[in-house]
């Protein structure tokens, strides 16, 4: 009998061992790269952002999976966008999607202590008015098409040729399941804007 019952903790714990959530990856994944910057204080500001965003994703994760039962924590693949504007870049507009379910959010802060955070659910895609007898070629959602074909290449060089101030601070993140265990893939172009453009029909 203890054989047995030794022999079920250890396939117990195997099995655990090898599942990993994408919010322990990801946690990890982020405070790993947080970890290699010099200065201190930057460093410890932007690992308290990491974890407090970790426990953020948690909080929206738990609440999408108890309207709809679908779980972003353990899909098989993930990707995100966050795109934060150049003045302010602890505030984004983020997209995450499993290519079953999609969730997008602003992420706010008040202006006023203790600073909390304010998340408003909204489109990612932004409107574009196109006119008549023309087709949109470029605009918001051809960023997304290029996540996830994971085109990095392409992605990196949005920004060739274009002088900005104030354009967004783009940062994407794949994660993908391989053995029970995420492989997170990052990339963080250089800053710049998509204009819409169109073509005619």
Not at 41 to 54: D, E, G, V
Not at 177 to 201: A, D, H, M
Request: proline fraction near 3%; include cysteine.
């Amino acid at each position: 009998m203890r054989p047995l019952i030794i022999a079920i903790l250890f396939i117990t714990f195997k099995i655990s061992a090898l599942s990993q959530t994408f919010l322990d990856a990801y946690s990890k994944y982020r405070l790993n790269k947080a970890s290699v910057i010099s200065n201190s204080k930057t460093r410890k500001k932007l690992k308290s952002y990491i974890k407090s965003h970790i426990t953020e994703l948690d909080t929206i994760f738990q609440g999408y999976k108890a309207k709809t039962n679908f779980d972003f924590n353990n899909a098989d693949t993930l990707f995100l966008i966050y795109d934060a504007p150049a003045e302010s870049p602890f505030t984004s507009d983020i997209l995450i999607w499993s290519g079953k379910d999609t969730i997008s959010y602003k992420q706010d802060f008040e202006t006023i202590k203790p600073y909390k955070r304010i998340i408003t659910y909204t489109s990612f895609r932004q409107a574009t008015k196109k006119p008549g007898g023309f087709t949109v070629i470029t605009e918001r959602d051809s960023l997304i098409t290029l996540v996830s074909k994971r085109d990095y290449t392409t992605i990196d060089h949005l920004g060739d040729n274009q002088s900005i101030s104030d354009g967004s601070y783009t940062n994407i993140y794949v994660a993908y399941k391989n053995n029970g265990q995420y492989k997170i893939e990052s990339c963080s172009p250089k800053e710049f804007i998509i204009i819409p453009t169109f073509r005619k029909k």
